[in-house]
């Protein structure tokens, strides 16, 4: 039997539901828990001016997600409960929400963000606590909260991804209120993003993406996700929507299985594309959960002896020159600019940038970080700072890898069309030099060429900070703690092809790495 609050009766009850990277109707454990009740249903977002003043964020993700919220109103208006766009300080509009409604309970999804949403989560249940509100936080994902992750959390989330997804409420008893409007960019002080040039958000747009994939663009992903050419079609294009949420992993992994039991027997390349896929979608869990089991590494390097090793305050010059693809190296610059003027690229293109500006540059990962968590439409901290550190050598478990940007380019831009396109000032450059414009003449001036000679010297560069991270590597001390990370964070694969995290498994693992290259191509 339910107990009820200050004489009130079940049906008399409200359940405040608090959305945050959750932004649809479907497959969501919150919003039906919240249903499954007798009482009304207040669905709520939070526009929280302080978050969108943080350094990582930008327009770019405010306009996706305001795509979002624009689709996730009409959804809940049609079933009954209107949502709620409250703008303030999380605590504060809560209160008055409480104090307006007299909520007792609330619920929402666990959230992996970046470090400021978790201190102001801890602000709420601190909150909720003082005002003897419930709040329950639901996994809408395998990422788990307060579980060992050496146990079997692989497992966990085959099951999870397997569980039917939950049905769609065909009405909710909302409350009485005015929904609020949606901000533009500009009033939450956000430059706003170039119109057409970076991807629509909404839940609508995820499902025709999905479908669009797994109909027709996705049977080259395997081996076009690797050129910054072919990837942007042959990708699944889907890692906004499964970053704010307007679609799940769930959705995705059991769509992506119909289409394979579909393509059963074919040998067209489509089910060694979307074997992939599934895989990447494992790894999406995996890195997120890195995030969830240890928050800061968004703050400081998993492996503590790396702190200090490139300088705190990075060189303004180049921090600028590789922000602005200005670096002086056409493949590096290429990939930049269409990065800020699309919000995506594919993820070896991504790993180049992050490896060229923290080894050949020597830049701290955490100011290059920010600048790419800015300009990444699909801005996901659980993917993000793991890779950030990966890519960055920082870790203490990976195998260092120092991208040739040079080799890049030849490697995946062979024609130079990409290249051509995104850094047209090489126009009178031959082909042959494309790559390497300061070799062109003989004599490096680039005459009559509008385009800056590389920052750096390259070879001399790599040369330097490789020896400068392996160096750290040979202190006493760095084994035994990378055994450590390993233990914590580590995955393998078994012969099947899945995650397993067994304690014994883990030990065995060299500490330097495994060697594979995770990749999210989504």
Not at 2 to 21: I, Y
């Amino acid at each position: 039997m339910q107990t009820c609050v200050s004489g009130e009766t079940a049906a008399d009850q409200v359940t405040l539901v608090w959305f945050k990277r959750d932004l649809r109707v479907s497959d969501h454990p919150a919003l039906q828990r919240a249903a499954s009740g007798a009482g009304q249903v207040l669905p709520v977002y939070i526009i929280e001016p302080d978050y969108w003043r943080l350094p990582d964020m930008s327009g770019r993700h405010w306009d996706f997600i305001a795509d979002c919220l624009s689709d996730l109103q009409t959804d809940l208006t049609r079933l009954g409960a209107p949502l709620a766009l409250r703008e303030g300080d999380a605590v504060e509009v809560l209160e008055t929400l409480r104090q307006q409604f007299g909520f007792t309970r609330m619920t929402s999804h666990i959230e992996t963000g970046n470090l400021w949403s978790f201190a102001r989560d801890q602000k709420v249940a601190d909150w909720a606590r003082a005002q003897g509100v419930v709040w329950t936080e639901l996994p809408q994902s395998a990422v788990t909260r307060g579980i060992a992750r050496a146990n079997r959390w692989a497992d966990r989330r085959g099951r999870f991804v397997a569980e039917p997804l939950l049905p769609l409420s065909p009405a909710l008893r909302g409350v009485k209120l005015v929904p609020g409007a949606l901000p533009c960019a500009a009033a939450l002080g956000l430059s706003a993003s170039r119109p057409g040039t970076l991807q629509a958000g909404g839940r609508r747009q995820a499902e025709r993406v999905l479908d669009d994939f797994l109909q027709r663009r996705g049977q080259p992903y395997r081996r076009a996700m690797s050129s910054p050419l072919s990837a942007e079609t042959a990708c699944s294009r889907l890692s906004p929507y499964l970053a704010y949420g307007a679609i799940t992993v769930r959705e995705v992994v059991q769509a992506t299985a119909r289409r394979q039991a579909e393509l059963k027997g074919s040998r067209n390349g489509w089910l060694g594309s979307l074997s992939s896929f599934q895989s990447r979608l494992a790894w999406r869990d995996h890195f997120t959960q890195k995030l969830e089991d240890q928050p800061d590494i968004e703050s400081r390097c998993l492996h503590p002896a790396y702190e200090g090793l490139r300088p705190d305050v990075p060189d303004p010059a180049l921090l600028l020159a590789w922000q602005t693809g200005q670096t002086g190296v056409p493949f590096v610059d290429a990939c930049m600019r269409y990065l800020i003027a699309t919000g995506w690229l594919n993820f070896r293109m991504r790993a180049m940038l992050m490896s060229f500006a923290s080894y050949q540059l020597w830049l701290d990962w955490r100011s290059t970080g920010v600048h790419l968590a800015r300009m990444f439409t699909d801005y996901e901290p659980g993917i993000h700072w793991p890779q950030v550190q990966m890519q960055s050598g920082t870790t203490g478990i990976n195998t260092i890898r120092i991208y040739n940007p040079v080799k890049q380019g030849l490697d995946q831009d062979p024609d130079g069309i990409f290249t051509r396109r995104w850094v047209p000032e090489l126009a009178p450059v031959p082909d042959v030099f494309l790559q390497e414009p300061w070799r062109w003449d003989g004599r490096g001036t680039l005459l009559g060429v509008a385009y800056p000679r590389p920052v750096v010297d390259l070879k001399a560069a790599v040369s330097q900070a490789r020896d400068r991270v392996w160096a750290v590597r040979k202190d006493s001390g760095f084994a035994g703690k990378a055994k450590q990370i390993v233990t914590k964070h580590a995955s393998r694969k078994d012969s099947a092809g899945h995650f397993v995290n067994d304690r014994a498994a883990r030990t065995r693992r060299q500490a330097s790495g495994d060697g594979r290259q995770m990749s999210f191509d989504l």
